[in-house]
């Protein structure tokens, strides 16, 4: 069984890396858990926008052995992308990992300070809210 039904459990993105995107996929959603990215195939039917503070990896292979790899950052109010890693060879999610994950806890990080700040400040939809 191929694509979207195959993994709809989250599994380790090195597993999914050593092959092609499924085509009834749009990339995978990942999560760094215990030093390892977790992956969720993300339909094509899927929702259109990245989950907030979430990244979609979604690869293209090219000539040879090589592989094109992008990411998309889910932030409150639009997708951006976050990097793209052109020409990748072999098992590449170590070299995504560092990326996806500090984006991960950044994100992170800054709700929690803004929820933070505006309990401090008394302001329930505060100026930072989102």
């Not at 990942?30 to 690869?59: E, F, H, Y």
């Not at 999610?93 to 994100?107: F, K, M």
Request: net charge neutral.
């Amino acid at each position: 069984m191929r694509g979207a039904q195959a993994h709809r459990m989250p599994v380790a993105l090195s597993t999914l890396t050593r092959d092609p995107m499924p085509a009834d996929v749009r990339g995978a959603i990942v999560t760094p858990v215990n030093g390892r990215l977790m992956a969720t195939w993300i339909p094509l039917d899927g929702p259109s926008r990245v989950p907030q503070g979430r990244v979609l990896l979604s690869w293209t292979p090219t000539d040879g052995d090589r592989t094109d790899v992008t990411a998309h950052l889910g932030l409150a109010g639009a997708q951006v992308l976050l990097a793209v890693w052109p020409g990748l060879r072999g098992e590449w999610s170590g070299v995504v990992r560092p990326t996806v994950a500090e984006a991960t806890e950044l994100h992170a990080a800054l709700r929690l300070a803004t929820v933070v700040l505006n309990r401090l400040t008394d302001w329930p939809d505060g100026p930072l809210a989102g």
